[in-house]
């Protein structure tokens, strides 16, 4: 099979997952990047991707792992390539799954890293007072404020309609992973910041028509393709924020803040099963890595301050 055709063959199974999963973007991407590098490698030893057998991919992960690849994205790597072969079968391009027995390497437990109280507290003052106009001020507080009241993923912040936010919402309408959609409720600093912003929003959306153009149809707008804010510059800012704020930046990235938020409602008490609607976890088992997260702090507490604790 040449080169083209198995590119052909790559697009046609991703634009299958689009349409039966309604996969997300970054997804697709993701699933194309590592089907496309695994079936460079088997062109450079002559092999055809669609007569590979169990041991050739099995070559292909020892390869990844060689290279000093993350488990997590070794495990990426092998699921693209599960379902690539699985789709392969149903369609009749092989008969047989040569992947179906592969054992992944398995993911890095690590626990997620979090923020204080007072961290957080400092991001969120920060976001309030940095910019280089008012505008820019309000839209950073409202970023900061929506991102930790609902600990939202970032490409569902900054892709966030307005229609989502008119009409001072107890509750936010978020789109996540796969389409799925879930309502978040809004803290009453959220909501103020959330109103301030839209007051500067339809100020945006006056002018723009007022010279003949479309208003933007997001919250936070931008001139990038997507017509908001990017996640890269989001990234950018957050770090920004940390600076002004006086959080070391190698602590804070936008997961960060979603942490924050989980591992702060657990600790107050909240129902594990209500943070997991809130994140849009599919299974529960993600959302239980925040009680070690606690686990984790309490027992730092202990050692640290209990007056029997072991301090060589």
Same mark, same amino acid.
């Given at each position: 099979?040449?080169?083209?055709?198995?590119?052909?063959?790559?697009?046609?199974?991703?634009?299958?997952?689009?349409?039966?999963?309604?996969?997300?973007?970054?997804?697709?991407?993701?699933?194309?990047?590592?089907?496309?590098?695994?079936?460079?490698?088997?062109?450079?030893?002559?092999?055809?991707?669609?007569?590979?057998?169990?041991?050739?991919?099995?070559?292909?992960?020892?390869?990844?792992?060689?290279?000093?690849?993350?488990?997590?994205?070794?495990?990426?790597?092998?699921?693209?390539?599960?379902?690539?072969?699985?789709?392969?079968?149903?369609?009749?391009?092989?008969?047989?799954?040569?992947?179906?027995?592969?054992?992944?390497?398995?993911?890095?437990?690590?626990?997620?890293?979090?923020?204080?109280?007072?961290?957080?507290?400092?991001? &969120?003052?920060?976001?309030?007072?940095?910019?280089?106009?008012?505008?820019?001020?309000?839209?950073?507080?409202? &970023?900061?404020?929506?991102?930790?009241?609902?600990?939202?993923?970032?490409?569902?912040?900054?892709?966030?309609?307005?229609?989502?936010?008119?009409?001072?919402?107890?509750?936010?309408?978020?789109?996540?992973?796969?389409?799925?959609?879930? &309502?978040?409720?809004?803290?009453?600093?959220?909501?103020?910041?959330?109103?301030?912003?839209?007051?500067?929003?339809?100020?945006?959306?006056?002018?723009?028509?007022?010279?003949?153009?479309?208003?933007?149809?997001?919250?936070?707008?931008?001139?990038?393709?997507?017509?908001?804010?990017?996640?890269?510059?989001?990234?950018?800012?957050?770090?920004?924020?940390?600076?002004?704020?006086?959080?070391?930046?190698?602590?804070?990235?936008?997961?960060?803040?979603?942490?924050?938020?989980?591992?702060?409602?657990?600790?107050?008490?909240?129902?594990?099963?209500?943070?997991?609607?809130?994140?849009?976890?599919?299974?529960?088992?993600?959302?239980?890595?925040?009680?070690?997260?606690?686990?984790?702090?309490?027992?730092?507490?202990?050692?640290?301050?209990?007056?029997?604790?072991?301090?060589?």
């Amino acid at each position: 099979m040449t080169a083209a055709a198995t590119a052909h063959r790559i697009q046609t199974f991703l634009e299958a997952q689009a349409a039966e999963l309604d996969a997300a973007p970054n997804t697709q991407l993701a699933y194309a990047r590592d089907l496309t590098n695994f079936a460079q490698w088997l062109d450079r030893r002559g092999t055809d991707p669609m007569a590979v057998d169990r041991a050739g991919i099995e070559d292909y992960l020892i390869h990844c792992e060689a290279q000093g690849l993350a488990r997590a994205t070794r495990a990426r790597r092998l699921s693209a390539i599960r379902q690539l072969y699985r789709f392969a079968f149903e369609e009749g391009w092989r008969n047989d799954n040569p992947a179906i027995q592969i054992k992944g390497p398995g993911r890095d437990k690590r626990l997620p890293k979090t923020l204080t109280h007072d961290e957080v507290d400092r991001l &969120l003052a920060a976001a309030a007072e940095t910019g280089r106009s008012a505008e820019d001020r309000l839209r950073n507080a409202c &970023l900061m404020q929506l991102l930790y009241a609902t600990g939202m993923r970032v490409s569902e912040l900054v892709s966030l309609p307005t229609a989502a936010a008119r009409g001072d919402p107890r509750m936010l309408l978020v789109r996540g992973k796969g389409g799925k959609e879930r &309502l978040v409720p809004l803290s009453p600093p959220a909501r103020a910041a959330l109103a301030a912003w839209l007051e500067a929003r339809e100020a945006q959306d006056s002018a723009a028509r007022g010279a003949r153009r479309t208003p933007s149809r997001f919250l936070f707008p931008s001139r990038a393709a997507a017509g908001h804010l990017t996640r890269h510059r989001f990234y950018t800012l957050i770090k920004e924020l940390a600076v002004a704020g006086g959080v070391a930046p190698a602590k804070v990235t936008p997961h960060t803040l979603r942490h924050a938020f989980a591992t702060h409602l657990l600790a107050g008490g909240a129902d594990l099963r209500a943070i997991q609607t809130m994140l849009g976890h599919a299974d529960i088992s993600t959302t239980e890595i925040y009680t070690h997260v606690l686990d984790a702090r309490l027992q730092d507490l202990v050692f640290e301050h209990h007056p029997l604790a072991d301090k060589g």
